[in-house]
């Protein structure tokens, strides 16, 4: 019985997609539930497993191809297909030159960005996966092993006089190489989709920044006073501040509705609600799953969340419903290290978060010079909906929470 395989459904806001990467070639043997392909969107990469165990007789949308909603994808025949020893033993020989053959269509995203993003041929990569698949570990060997030095080789040198010897280099292989290097490669459709936002928020957005220190020493010390009973007593969730920021982001929204609002057209949408997305950067990306109803969520539901959801985005296994939404975001440069920047909106929302790095700086306290640890924190905000007086006070009712953290939990 043939089965045609399809795309999976978009939702309203994807308008198409990309074949990323067969796993399957025409005439392979496929078990139920086995990955044959992956779908890269604007947003998350899709997989496709085998309905029924068959075979894969015909593959219609080849990789690189661009598709809409639910198109058709391959036809497989369904059945229990049994291979004597012999037919496998052959099958097995037979599929290690195809791999080699097709060089850089045995090899999923990943290995691939890698391939392209260090320029190397990829039929000098032995692949170790399935097939002579070439995985990303194989890359990486690949470049480990390109960088070590190689084994001098003994070699007869006829002896010269040193006067000869002194004359005989050529000037120019002291010099640096003549050749330049360039490399251009398309964008992938996440990237792509990327730029276009960020673009669209810079251009569409009355955008403004305004910026504040908030004092993490209270934090620091609560935080350094009970995470080992908190990590136990929630069965290994670690307490982290991204917790105390978005519940502290959570009571001000509902201070100031504005920052959690949106425009629509000439509307403004306000939300009952806060949906708080976190910024999660990858090797992809930039990506912003969103923490449903965070209003209603503890600072432990909140860490695991934010745990989860950061391990799934890094596996690119992130649906569409956990991306789609929000209405506030909070973005943490801080880990990578930067003191200070604007975060760019996410539309249609009209206000973004900005953590820093906490850096120990002198400050006064009670008439005197202290050091202490001090995190600076910005707020984008769309100047069109949020008057700068609104987006001060909301920057200062956070930073009132996270240096008083009881006021959270008192909802004070």
């Known amino acids: 019985m043939a089965i045609e395989i399809k795309a999976p459904a978009f939702p309203e806001s994807v308008a198409d997609g990309e074949v990323a990467a067969w796993h399957k070639a025409e005439g392979d043997t496929v078990a139920r539930d086995e990955l044959l392909v992956e779908i890269e969107t604007d947003k998350v990469v899709m997989e496709v497993v085998a309905p029924e165990s068959g075979t894969l007789t015909s593959i219609v949308a080849a990789e690189g191809e661009t598709i809409e909603s639910e198109a058709l994808l391959a036809v497989l025949e369904a059945g229990e297909i049994t291979q004597s020893p012999a037919s496998s033993e052959s099958a097995s020989k037979d599929a290690e030159p195809e791999a080699s053959e097709i060089g850089d269509m045995a090899m999923g995203p990943a290995a691939r960005a890698m391939v392209d993003e260090h320029g190397i041929d990829p039929s000098v990569i032995e692949g170790t996966g399935k097939g002579g698949r070439v995985t990303k570990e194989d890359v990486t060997r690949h470049l480990k092993n390109a960088t ?107 201070r100031y ?103 120990e700086r002198p400050v006064a306290v009670n008439g005197e010079v202290v050091i202490q640890p001090m995190m600076y924190l910005a707020l984008s905000y769309d100047h069109r909906l949020i008057d700068g007086k609104t987006a001060v006070q909301f920057l200062v009712t956070v930073k009132g929470f996270i240096e008083d953290p009881a006021r959270i939990l008192l909802q004070l």
Do not use: W
């Not at 070590?148 to 080789?153: I, R």
């Not at 957005?205 to 929630?234: D, G, I």
């Not at 956990?322 to 209405?327: A, I, L, N, V």
């Open 148 to 254: 070590q030095p190689a084994p001098a080789q003994p070699e007869s040198v006829p002896a010269v006089p040193a006067a000869v010897s002194s004359l005989s280099v050529p000037a120019e292989s002291h010099g640096p190489s003549s050749e330049r290097i360039e490399k251009r490669v398309p964008m992938t459709r996440m990237r792509s989709k990327i730029a276009e936002r960020l673009l669209e928020a810079t251009q569409q957005t009355a955008m403004l920044t305004t910026f504040n220190e908030v004092n993490m020493a209270p934090l620091m010390k609560l935080r350094s006073q009970y995470k080992e009973s908190f990590e136990k007593a929630h069965n290994g969730t670690r307490l982290g501040f991204m917790g105390f920021f978005v519940k502290a982001c959570c009571e001000a929204l509902k």
């Open 257 to 359: 509705p504005a920052v959690n609002a949106s425009i629509d057209g000439s509307d403004v949408v306000y939300h009952g609600y806060q949906d708080i997305g976190v910024a999660v950067s990858t090797n992809d990306g930039l990506v912003v799953p969103v923490l449903r109803d965070a209003d209603f969520m503890s600072i432990a539901d909140v860490e695991a969340a934010i745990r989860d959801l950061g391990l799934k985005a890094q596996d690119k296994k992130l649906t569409i419903e956990e991306m789609t939404g929000g209405t506030f975001t909070v973005s943490n440069g801080g880990v990578f290290g930067s003191l200070l920047s604007t975060p760019i909106l996410n539309p249609p929302q009209t206000g973004i978060l900005g953590m820093h790095t906490i850096q």
